[in-house]
């Protein structure tokens, strides 16, 4: 199995949760398109990165972005995006982190 990304940021766990998002379900991060690093919230890229995160573009949803902090599986951000769980090893991810998706990832330009 292939090294397990480095988290950046305030984190709490093994399990990439963070200081400001802590819940069982807090279990992904995040990586930023601005600077290839993972974190595992906007708020911890916003206080450790020193520059202003930018958005995967909707043409780069092939892209693996997305760790989940059980498993260590990096996930495409389509992949991420039509789950609820991660699908190597279920953990289930919190669905509160869709009203933050636009924070990561540019919309699909058909539902804009």
């Not at 199995?1 to 480095?6: F, L």
């Not at 450790?48 to 092939?62: E, I, M, N, S």
């Amino acid at each position: 199995m292939p090294e397990r990304p480095v988290v950046r940021g305030p984190t709490v766990d093994e399990q990439t949760r963070c200081v400001h998002y802590r819940t069982s379900l807090d279990v992904i991060a995040i990586r930023f398109a601005c600077c290839g690093e993972y974190y595992p919230c906007h708020l911890c890229h916003e206080e450790a990165a020193g520059h202003v995160a930018r958005q995967w573009p909707y043409d780069a949803r092939d892209t693996k972005a997305v760790l989940c902090g059980v498993c260590g599986t990096e996930l495409t951000i389509a992949e991420y995006v039509a789950v609820k769980a991660c699908p190597h090893c279920a953990a289930p991810f919190n669905p509160g982190c869709a009203l933050h998706a636009h924070l990561y990832f540019e919309p699909d330009p058909s539902e804009v």
